[in-house]
């Protein structure tokens, strides 16, 4: 059974996704936050691909982020994630917040990415 809590945060997801679109020039940001850990990535809702990823778990992090919070992971994962992006020559995205409310982890990640160079 699906608690009131994930059926409302379902519900905001698809109500965005239906208004938000990546490509390859401007592919979407999308975040997804579990208990223990953070994710990230950049995604071409044409053709179907990921882009660039990061996470808490992503080798590189993993043992740097040990004895840090999860403020401190989120933006060192949107650093990451903008590192890489780079990498694939990616400046611009769409932020997609996954239906979570713009505070805490989700605006870390997304401050992290601005400081690492993405513009949204």
Known sequence: MITLHKNRRSRIRRRVRGKISGTADRPRLSV???SKHIYAQLIDDVTGNTLAHASSLTKDLA???????RTEKAREVGKKLAEFAKDNNITTCVFDR???K?????????EGAREGGLQF
């Open 32 to 34: 997804f936050k579990s």
């Open 63 to 69: 043992d740097a982020l040990k004895d840090k919070s």
């Open 98 to 100: 996954s239906g979570y």
């Open 102 to 110: 713009y505070h805490g982890v989700i605006k870390e990640i997304a």
